[in-house]
């Protein structure tokens, strides 16, 4: 059984700056693609940024030099650090993780922290 379990979202005025943290826990051996991906009411779900465990990183043009994806592998850990929110940022934020366990390798979602960029 694998859980990802996400925080830090609300609600920020534009130009203000959010942390999402999210952590993969469970039977896991080990994780490969930790990420982010988000998804506005009537719209599809779209990669935010994502980050294999060497560290590199894939972000979305609209965020790029905005958002800062980051990895603890030791705790299965991965941040978005959300500078500079537009009110177009907002969304429901996703945390994904491709991992292999005992059955082997696999997609796992969290269940989604809500980011409201108002004013």
């Known amino acids: 059984q694998v859980q990802l379990v996400e925080s830090g979202g609300g609600l920020v005025q534009p130009g203000g700056s959010l942390r999402l943290s999210c952590v993969a826990s469970?039977?896991?051996?080990?994780?490969?693609?930790m990420g982010w991906y988000r998804q506005a009411p009537g719209q599809e779900r779209e990669l935010v940024a994502d980050?294999?465990?060497?560290?590199?990183?894939n972000y979305r043009e609209s965020v790029k030099d905005r958002f800062i994806i980051s990895r603890d592998n030791a705790k299965n850990l991965v941040n978005l650090q959300m500078n500079s929110l537009k009110p177009e940022d907002t969304a429901v934020y996703y945390c994904?993780?491709?991992?292999?366990?005992?059955?082997?390798?696999?997609?796992?979602w969290g269940k989604g922290t809500l980011v409201t960029v108002s004013s």
């Open positions: 994904k993780a491709s991992l292999w366990t005992i059955g082997g390798y696999g997609d796992y």
């Open positions: 469970g039977s896991i051996f080990r994780v490969n693609r």
């Open positions: 980050s294999n465990s060497g560290g590199s990183a």
